[in-house]
């Protein structure tokens, strides 16, 4: 009867026991965009709408082409759940994505964005000054900021305007107890399955609280660099964690908690193994601390986006020339993730691109899971399986994101490279 007893306390402790699932989502088969909600890693997100009993609250770039989650929350609102939603906005109201208009006019004034802040912000840079770094020479046909780093000049090709900080985030809590986080955008090509994505998914209230508290700041309208600017010190040193199984997560919120200083201490302290997946690779302190761990034996791999590469301000070839293996993605979907395992047990994920935007200007969020042996196989097959699917050639070369170098890029239907051409009218395609 004892034993009896202590099993049943087992069970029940087990049974309200907090847990973490990564997922992934791999665009190697994948030929387009998808508007269904059949990969698991949309599934998973519908199914905590569909199940939510009291609450949800989301902070999410936009939406597009995903009706099913749309219906999910319509219908979680009409059982009575209370849903509150942001989403980002530039400095002329704008979202890029088109169906982020429908969740404003169903759910109303529930759904709030940074337009006022980003507003705010413009009117304070217009009146700053920026001095340009004159140390290197200028990119051939670059018409943007000009950047020195280790003795070479890098810029975009077109000048860009500030439209204002990122609302970056793609997150859900629900009921006060689940989260939904990571890289994919609610879209399409994110929670669609056409683009490389992971996320995680915790059930855990202390997690589901410190994410409610960044929702509850941004909901009330402090957004971005803006935020706990007088507490930079204490931000700094703040490290907020729990333990789930045998593992340490720790939560960090850009740009408030300096969330890529952790990062780099990690790749400081790593001894075997490095692999980044990366959607975008132009933050320049962390590229010199990759570089310095392959220096002293550590094996350094980075699969980096074919969009991303083409960045004026990549560094990926810089790692390439410094000994560090590089691949390009060729499959037409993005490598949009932003996910590195380090020495096979501690994981970094998350939204946040690693860019100086990324780290210092838009609202992301970060998990560090520390000594996961088993989420970090599961990634590393995932990097491998992703490494295997892309040729050698591009070790050396990169793809054009929309070519026929990359693969279905120039079939589904996408503007992969962001310059208002789609498939055969892209001379690119020809």
């Not at 995903?66 to 906005?89: C, F, S």
């Not at 941004?218 to 600017?229: A, E, I, L, S």
């Not at 997946?277 to 570089?291: E, G, H, M, R």
């Not at 070519?403 to 589904?412: A, Q």
Request: proline share 3%.
């Amino acid at each position: 009867m004892k034993y009896l007893i202590i099993a049943l306390i087992l069970l029940m402790q087990n049974a309200y026991a907090d847990s973490l699932k990564i997922i992934v989502n791999s665009p190697i088969d994948q030929v387009g965009p998808n508007h269904k909600c059949d990969q698991k890693i949309c599934k998973t997100l519908l199914d905590l709408i569909n199940e939510s009993k009291s609450s949800i609250d989301f902070a999410i770039y936009g939406l597009r082409g995903q009706p099913e989650i749309l219906d999910a929350l319509i219908n979680a609102d009409q059982r009575g759940v209370i849903i509150r939603g942001i989403v980002d906005k530039d400095t002329d109201n704008n979202n890029p994505y088109r169906d982020t208009p429908l969740l404003e006019k169903y759910f109303k004034d529930k759904i709030k964005d940074d337009f006022k802040y980003d507003l705010k912000i413009k009117q304070e840079l217009s009146n700053i000054q920026y001095s340009q770094d004159s140390n290197c020479e200028r990119p051939k046909n670059s018409l943007g900021p000009l950047q020195c780093f280790e003795g070479k000049g890098y810029a975009s090709k077109d000048p860009f305007p500030h439209k204002g900080d990122i609302m970056h985030n793609k997150f859900f809590i629900v009921d006060g107890k689940y989260l939904w986080t990571g890289s994919a955008n609610i879209s399409d090509t994110g929670t669609g399955g056409y683009n490389a994505n992971n996320v995680v998914v915790v059930d855990s209230s202390f997690v589901a609280l410190k994410y409610l508290e960044e929702f509850n700041k941004m909901y009330g309208g402090d957004f971005h660099r803006g935020k706990d600017k007088s507490r930079e010190d204490e931000a700094r040193s703040q490290i907020v964690s729990t333990n789930i199984d045998s593992s340490e997560v720790v939560i960090l919120f850009s740009p408030k908690n300096y969330a890529m200083e952790k990062v780099e201490r990690l790749i400081d302290n790593s001894q075997e193994s490095i692999d980044l997946s990366i959607f975008f690779l132009t933050y320049n302190k962390v590229v010199k601390k990759l570089v310095n761990a392959h220096n002293r034996g550590v094996s350094v791999r980075v699969i980096i986006d074919a969009t991303g590469a083409s960045n004026g301000y990549s560094k990926h070839q810089y790692l390439r020339d410094q000994g560090i293996e590089v691949k390009v993605e060729n499959w037409g979907g993005k490598m949009h993730m932003k996910t590195a395992v380090i020495d096979n047990k501690h994981i970094v994920t998350g939204s946040m691109n690693w860019t100086k935007a990324g780290v210092t200007k838009n609202d992301e969020n970060t998990l560090i899971i520390k000594n996961d042996i088993q989420n970090s196989k599961y990634l590393t097959n995932h990097f491998n399986e992703m490494w295997n699917s892309i040729p050698n050639k591009w070790l050396v070369l990169d793809p054009e994101a929309e070519s026929l170098d990359s693969v279905n890029s120039c079939f589904d239907g996408s503007d992969n490279d962001f310059d208002e051409m789609t498939d055969g009218n892209d001379s690119k395609c020809l």
